[in-house]
């Protein structure tokens, strides 16, 4: 069972810098991308970054990969390990809509759990969650860095899909089936969310 502790001080009161929020034109958010490795998550967060900042937007990503290298490289794949994973890149998303950017993140997150977690983190105002969907026989065909071929060998434990669990989200903001979606489709599927629910300046 997951564990998500909170705070050990009672005497830390975060000043709310609200205004911040406004202050590039638009309203802020975190799309947190969550799905299978391979499933497409940063490849559809690159492209979204580029068409948000088109439209005018201040940008930030997020990826698995990067803040696995630095942020979070003490932590293994564990399901502690991965609950805290979350857990701190929530809280560095929710810093940087705090300071009006659009955060894309781009993060296996297996656990529902911990995607309602970081939910709560970020505030269900501003969180957007996109469920990058792929079979997972389909991305074991993708599979770009030969990572589900390691797994199955059991040469990598509590590899999602393989030996841990996937929650499948059961009520997305986005669904993006990629079978059917090219990358310009999820991106503009996206957009599309993200406008309908913007208040601009």
């Not at 205004?19 to 391979?38: C, D, Q």
């Not at 948000?52 to 399901?79: E, H, P, W, Y």
């Not at 809280?91 to 995607?115: D, F, K, N």
């Amino acid at each position: 069972m997951s564990y998500f502790p909170d705070s050990p001080s009672q005497n830390l009161h975060a000043f709310a810098f609200s205004h911040r929020r406004a202050g590039h034109g638009h309203k802020p958010a975190v799309i947190w991308l969550t799905g299978i490795s391979a499933s497409g998550k940063s490849t559809i967060a690159d492209a979204l970054d580029i068409a948000l900042q088109k439209q005018g937007r201040m940008t930030a990503i997020i990826d698995g990969d990067s803040v696995r290298g630095g942020l979070c490289r003490d932590l293994g794949f564990t399901d502690s390990d991965r609950d805290e994973n979350i857990r701190r890149v929530a809280e560095v998303s929710r810093l940087m809509m705090e300071a009006g950017l659009m955060v894309i993140v781009a993060l296996i997150s297996p656990s529902s759990a911990s995607r309602h977690y970081a939910r709560s983190i970020i505030g269900n105002e501003f969180f957007v969650e996109v469920h990058v969907d792929a079979p997972l026989e389909v991305a074991e065909q993708r599979d770009p860095k030969g990572l589900y071929k390691k797994a199955r060998a059991g040469q990598i434990k509590h590899f999602t899909g393989i030996d841990s669990q996937y929650d499948v989200p059961v009520f997305p903001e986005v669904h993006l089936n990629t079978q059917a979606l090219s990358v310009e489709q999820s991106v503009e599927a996206i957009l599309d969310w993200v406008g309908h629910n913007d208040s601009r300046g």
